[in-house]
């Protein structure tokens, strides 16, 4: 890894918004997934939440995972597990839902910590979700179109979240919030993604990344990344 490399994802470690995210409620079209993650890294999310019924599971959560190597997918298997997760973590809940006690979502303190709550892309948010929220929220329209699209309305929303957090001076920080255990993670499988996919193939543990960018570890574990296997 470069000396400019690991500069790079040490300005994005820091910026990273660990108590900042969605959670897709049976979102279900790959495109859709991956245009969720993708706008989640580019405002600093670091994680974000699926439910998936469990014969789904696998293969969405595996296209999901694919489509953006610095977001992680934490999948569940029913809305109250996630949702019980969120507000363990402290997290407001808001649920994008056309109602009558829906508010703007640029009304909404997003310094707090706060999980978006998105619905399946035909059906919307289940009644099950719903009743979970703490708030919904609605994007206004003054178009015949009553919704967007929920890739768009996420971007949306994510973006007003970035806005307030960046006018309150939460992306300034020098040092990243997120546990030292999923920074070493994402400054090896960031700088190093060819070692990375080996380490995780002969299910060897992952070494450490020193404060210059360099891989430290013993000889047995250089050897067994260059080990062989035979057939």
Known sequence: MTPERYARICEMLAARQPDLTVCMEQVHKPHNVSAVIRTADAVGVN?????????KMRTQGS???????????????????????????????????????????????????????LGQEKTGITPEALALADSDIIIPMVGMVQSLNVSVASALILYEAQRQRQNAGMYSRTTSLLKEKEQQRLLFEGGYPVLANVAQRKKLP?????????IVADDEWWAAMQMTVSR
């Open 63 to 117: 296209f999901a995972a694919g489509a953006n190597s610095w977001v992680q997918v934490k999948t569940h298997k029913t809305i109250q597990e996630a949702v019980a997760k969120m507000k363990a973590m402290g997290m407001q809940v808001l649920a994008t839902n056309l109602s009558e006690k829906a508010v703007d979502f640029r009304a909404i303190d997003y310094t707090r910590p706060t999980c978006i709550l």
């Open 206 to 214: 992952r070494p450490l990344i020193d404060d210059t960018g360099n």
């Open 47 to 55: 994680e974000v939440h699926a439910v998936w019924p469990t014969s």
